[in-house]
């Protein structure tokens, strides 16, 4: 297998998309998570002389750097200035530098106001000052996609020149994401094949939607490193997502990286906890959804030999399989869910749950595997196989006034109450059913994500769907996930619906 490097800029390029700003602890976590566990070969913090939080952050990750062997793996982008940006580069630590200069004659003439041979006169003051310091060098030529296109004797004429020197790579960035997977192709193997002994990067960006395609016709012609985010964080449109751009080199060419699959989706989690910027649900690999089965076919499929399966297969990114329940489920689909939560039902049974569930799914209702238990307790009238209850709620919110909560619940037939103070309603509330848990001895897990949904209308009566996701360890100390949902007019109501259904999901599970 061929090996290609993964250079990550997550925390350069991919912080200029539009209202993102991580802080130093963030990108610090981003940092480590990237390196020690995702495993990327290089990582492209920031750009030098920023600001001096930037300048803070980046000393605080060469330290940890440094004891963690991972110090050459470091890179800042910085300019043709002589020698400003080389000295901030050693004030922090840093050992390379990604040297920003101009891949088109048309940047290079309208935007310094100089020809090649001036532009490369500083190049060379750069760059010499740069050796001279220990500081390894690579080279962008911004604008390079425009540059090749209009002004190609231009862009030669800069490599063969750039060559003379000790610089280690030269990165052909998409600069405006213009380029299609066919021009890059045809790009990027003309100068390999004109310059076979250069270590050339390819650096997209997506405003085409062309990003993932971009980077894996440039690694198919013959580019030794691509350029990525997680997420596909970016100006604009973003740029190429570390995920498709790994799993595309790796399924359709069989080039090899060192990234660590499964840690890929933890990484994508904390870069939009921290971002705040929502991966969409159908985003491939990453995606709430795409592990999930809606359609009834597809169940059966799966049940009858795995029909519908491809290489991407959920447990290669430590997922799992899901079957959605809605409108298109068929008996296949509530089968595997029942055999999840072990639950038997007959014949009889599952063709009038199944109704019910195709029932909902019209009335745009969404069922989880974890309300399965409450819809047959419904129909069928079955004797509860959990008994934890809220009896009584009552929740106090006054301007300027700290929340109160008074909570009373039931378990096992005992009634337990609590009051407790909170930062918010719902805080309140949980406060108050902590101490009851505990009493009971039920094991609390922690919260990992909240999403209010409100129909599009804006009616102050409309119902309102909380989706809660919990995250709890068992006695082996494996991670389990847990989602709940619940629907009310009142946001508040419908979140300690979801939590009641956590509980009682947590309990049932432990039972079976």
Not at 239 to 266: H, M, P, Q, R
Not at 418 to 438: E, R, V
Request: glycine share 6%; charged share 25%.
């Amino acid at each position: 297998m061929k090996s290609i490097e993964i250079m990550d800029t997550t925390l350069r390029d991919g912080e200029q998309m539009q209202n993102v700003s991580y802080t130093t602890e963030e990108k610090l976590a981003i940092s480590k998570i990237l390196l020690t566990e995702v495993k990327v070969d290089r990582l492209e913090l920031t750009s030098a002389r920023a600001s001096t939080g930037e300048k803070f952050f980046v000393e605080k990750v060469t330290k940890w750097a440094e004891e963690a062997g991972y110090i050459n793996a470091l890179e800042i982008l910085s300019f043709v200035d002589k020698t400003k940006s080389i000295d901030w580069a050693i004030s922090v630590g840093i050992k390379r530098i990604n040297l920003l200069t101009k891949g088109s004659k048309k940047h290079c003439e309208n935007q310094l106001g100089k020809n090649l041979k001036e532009h490369l006169h500083d190049i060379y003051e750069t760059i010499n000052y740069a050796i001279q310091k220990n500081i390894e060098v690579n080279v962008y030529l911004e604008d390079f996609s425009n540059g090749i296109k209009d002004s190609p004797d231009y862009v030669f004429e800069m490599i063969d020149n750039l060559i003379k020197l000790p610089i280690k790579r030269i990165m052909l960035p998409d600069t405006l994401g213009i380029f299609n997977p066919f021009e890059t192709y045809d790009y990027v193997k003309l100068l390999v094949e004109k310059y076979p002994h250069v270590h050339f990067d390819f650096h997209p960006h997506n405003d085409y939607g062309l990003g993932v395609a971009n980077a894996l016709a440039a690694a198919k012609a013959g580019a030794k490193g691509i350029h990525v985010t997680v997420n596909g964080m970016g100006e604009r449109a973003g740029n190429a997502s570390l995920d498709e751009v790994v799993v595309g080199l790796k399924d359709f060419f069989g080039f090899k990286t060192g990234i660590c699959e499964k840690e890929l989706y933890k990484a994508s989690k904390m870069v939009e906890m921290f971002s705040g910027q929502r991966v969409a649900n159908n985003k491939p690999i990453y995606g709430a959804n795409v592990f999930t089965q809606t359609a009834g076919i597809h169940a059966d499929g799966d049940k009858k030999g795995n029909l519908y399966a491809n290489k991407l297969v959920p447990e290669r990114f430590g997922r799992v399989r899901e079957y959605a329940l809605g409108k298109l489920s068929g008996k296949a689909s509530l089968e595997m869910n029942l055999k999840k939560l072990g639950i038997e039902l007959d014949e009889e049974k599952k063709k009038i749950l199944l109704d019910k569930i195709i029932e909902l799914g019209d009335k745009k209702k969404v069922v989880t595997i974890e309300d399965l238990p409450y819809i047959i307790d419904d129909i069928f009238e079955m004797p509860q196989e959990v008994s934890f209850k809220l009896i009584h709620c009552v929740i106090n919110t006054t301007y300027n006034l700290k929340p109160f909560s008074a909570v009373k619940c039931s378990y096992n037939n005992e009634v337990m109450d609590a009051y407790a103070y909170g930062d918010g309603g719902y805080d309140a509330f949980m406060n108050a059913l902590k101490q009851i848990l505990q009493r009971f001895n039920i094991t609390i897990p922690n919260l990992v994500d909240y999403v209010v949904t409100i129909p599009p209308g804006g009616k102050t009566d409309a119902l309102v769907q909380t989706t809660i996701y919990w995250e709890l360890k068992d006695e082996n100390n494996k991670v389990e996930h847990i989602v709940t949902r619940g629907l009310n007019p009142d946001q508040i109501i419908a979140a300690i619906e979801a939590t009641i259904r956590m509980i009682n999901q947590i309990l049932l599970r432990k039972k079976k």
